[in-house]
């Protein structure tokens, strides 16, 4: 480039030598620069290249963008198909709920039904005391087999050694015939459900003086 210049200002008389130096020709000029100057076919070629490897790199970013816009289109597509799932999955579980509470419920409610229709035929009968007496203890026998279809029993009492786990004591009678706290009166009967305890027994105990003196 530096010599094209000098070439030039050589040309025009600038520079060292001054004005004394003469003009070149016209043609001389081009001549010359021409020795030095690329062909226009190169320059275009040049450029041609240059567009293309542009627009190739052009190309492959839509391609690419495309691309990714196709696997964010799939990703959302089944997040709302797991969405959807899931949605289904809960409404399920919720109806399955629903339908063994409510199964458990019936199963556990239908046996104690002829009981209640047995209390219903014993407040209208005109019979005794006795005769109603009689009725109760029939009804109290088919409730209590109504609770053991159910896995559910009551819990020694009366005789029994007084077990805090199972027992609460109200009170205490004070004797010298039984052991020192043992149960002697149930106030209240207490069950469980297979080895569960639903409630305690409400007793009162034997006090033994002479067991807690020894």
Known sequence: MRSGWDKVTQWAGIGNNGRDEQIGSRDEMVDEMKDGVEPVEG??????????????????????????????????????RLQAEFDNARKREAKERADTREYTVGSTVEPFLSVMDNFQLALKANGSADQLRGGVELILKQMEDALKGLQVSPIESVGAQFDPRIHEALGSIETVEFPDHQVMEEIRRGYKIRERLLRPAMVRIAVNPAQVND
Request: aromatic share 0%; charged share 35%.
């Open 43 to 80: 320059i275009v070629e040049r450029v041609d290249a240059g567009t293309e490897s542009h627009a190739a790199v052009v190309d492959s970013a839509i391609e690419e963008i495309a691309q990714l816009k196709a696997e964010k289109d799939q990703l959302i597509d089944r997040l709302a």
